[in-house]
């Protein structure tokens, strides 16, 4: 019997890869290029959309949601206009991605630089801040995505036009849309100065023609992709130190030269500190401080006398608007942030209080001494700290800084009074001891951090602490006066 000839069957139609659409493979690419950060978790990312009134900043946001993964992007909307009771760097330093992850913000840090009614100098001070916070992240490693979704005078009036007509579109159109769009030359020439001075090589402004929404998605989504797949690194350029003014070289000054034996009687501290504690809480209860949000910062060496002072002043305030914040060494997850972050994010809403034993400073002091940060790292930090510090004196926060200054050996006193007493045993470790190898370069680098941070809106107070009571009633002395001047 003949055996039959085998042959190899053409595939059928049906059967064949179908071919995949340019708008399905920018979706495919989106979804592999935020699968690999995610996998590699070096980078987060950050979309700010921003544009103008009508232009589908919401419409081009559910689209990145629907084209990736939205399980791992946020989306932040946040008016400072509508909330001013809460401290808008703290919102959006809250926001911030981890590593690996990403957040879409509306408006973000542009919000009071394009749409609140601000004069001149305020908006210089709202690009500046935009400006300062993005070199900040960019330097950490975040990936900023800048979108201008851009719509001409005529156009924005059709679609507003458009949208108010139909009944489930109408509550997309505002007053204060309408307003811009009869307003549109000057909103056009803010917009226009905004983008110019924002515009940087790391973190550029993709402006997007929004007449055509299908093309404003694809556009969006192609910037988008073209920043989760960079593959150039970012030069580390080691940032100016700021130039310190005579003030700050003389305060700097006082540091190595200052008496830190200074002492008060007992009786004087007790009459003056129970004055002065009934004044902090009147002010603090004050309708005024409503407006406002205290922060103390307190650094100096080991057993300087920082906890003490900090329950003396818990002691005149109300504790349900108190927070204190012991700093440690950053954790696991505070590492997936920016170095500013896990500060930032404690930051206190109006009316509130927040104390830090331990600060910001950390990166230019013991990360400095002890090389857990780069030179480049701790060198920038003298800028980047004096812009978040004057972002909170904008926003509102009374910003009061203190260092306290004792010599070495009433440390080493106190360290062998902590060895002898039960209740004070927890305060002293293995690592007190050993940094006060290195207390000569602690001193210098405190010199350092007071001049190059010493400044109007965040000064120093340096505090002679070798005597408890005398250091405990200069600060409270000088919170008084800080309350006094804002208030």
């Known amino acids: 019997m003949k055996a039959k000839s085998v042959r190899a069957e053409k595939p059928s139609k049906a059967s064949a890869t179908p071919a995949v659409s340019p708008i399905e493979k920018l979706r495919i690419d989106l979804l592999t290029a935020q699968s690999k950060l995610r996998a590699a978790a070096t980078r987060p990312f950050v979309v700010i959309i921003c544009g103008m009134a009508s232009a589908g900043k919401s419409e081009v946001a559910n689209l990145l949601g629907e084209w990736m993964d ?11 206009r509508a909330n001013r009771e809460q401290n808008p760097e703290a919102v959006l330093w809250q926001s911030l991605p981890p590593k690996g992850l990403g957040t879409i913000f509306f408006g973000g840090w542009y919000a009071q630089a394009f749409y609140d009614g601000y004069n001149r100098e305020e908006q210089d001070r709202a690009i500046a801040r ?39 579109s109408r509550w997309r159109v505002s007053n204060e849309d309408w307003a811009e769009n009869k307003k549109f030359a000057a909103f056009a020439k803010k917009r226009d100065r905004v983008l110019a001075a924002t515009s940087t090589t790391a973190a550029p402004w993709h402006v997007i023609p929004s007449a055509d929404a299908a093309a404003r998605n694809v556009m969006a989504a192609t910037a988008v992709l073209q920043a989760l797949t960079e ?16 003030k700050a070289v003389e305060k ?27 004044s902090i809480n009147r002010l603090i209860r ?14 100096g060496m080991d057993a300087a006398g920082k906890g003490g002072a900090i329950r003396r002043i818990a002691a005149a305030v109300d504790a349900r608007i108190l927070r ?31 104390i830090f034993d331990r600060t910001w400073y950390g990166r230019v002091l013991v990360e400095r001494v002890e090389e857990f940060a780069k030179p480049h790292e701790w060198q920038r930090a003298y800028r980047e700290i004096n812009e978040f510090e004057r972002a909170l004196h904008d926003s509102d926060v009374i910003l009061v800084k203190f260092w306290l200054a004792i010599t070495p050996d009433e440390q080493l006193a106190r360290f062998e009074e902590r060895k002898a007493m039960p209740t004070k045993q927890y305060k002293i470790t293995a690592e007190d001891l050993r940094n006060r190898k290195q207390w000569q370069n602690y001193e210098v680098a405190a010199s350092d951090m007071i001049e190059h941070t010493h400044t109007k809106t965040a000064p120093w107070t340096l505090v002679s602490a070798n005597d408890k009571d005398t250091a405990r009633l ?8 800080a309350l006094k001047d804002a208030l």
């Not at 939205?70 to 400072?80: E, F, K, L, M, Q």
């Not at 593959?231 to 005579?246: D, Q």
């Not at 008496?259 to 007992?266: C, F, I, Q």
């Not at 004050?286 to 650094?299: D, G, I, Q, R, T």
Request: proline share 8%; no cysteine; net charge positive.
């Open 130 to 168: 935009a400006n300062e916070l993005e070199r900040l992240l960019v330097d950490d490693g975040v990936i900023v995505v800048k979108l201008w979704l851009d719509l001409s005078q005529k156009q924005q009036k059709e679609r507003l036009t458009q949208q108010s007509s139909k009944r489930d």
């Open 286 to 299: 004050s309708p005024k401080f409503k407006k406002k949000s205290l922060v103390l910062a307190l650094e």
């Open 474 to 481: 200069t600060i409270l002395k000088t919170v008084e006066k």
């Open 231 to 246: 593959t150039a690194t970012n030069v580390v350029v080691p940032a100016p130190l700021p130039e310190p003014g005579p």
């Open 252 to 278: 700097a000054s006082e540091l190595a030269t200052m008496d830190r034996n200074v002492r008060l009687s007992k009786e004087k501290y007790a009459i003056r500190a129970e004055d002065i504690l009934g």
């Open 70 to 80: 939205a399980r791992y992007i946020r989306t932040v909307g946040y008016d400072p």
């Open 324 to 354: 204190i914040f012991p700093i440690a060494a950053p954790t696991t997850e505070e590492k997936q942030f920016p170095y500013l972050w896990r500060f930032a994010r404690h930051m206190p809403e109006h009316g509130h209080i927040a």
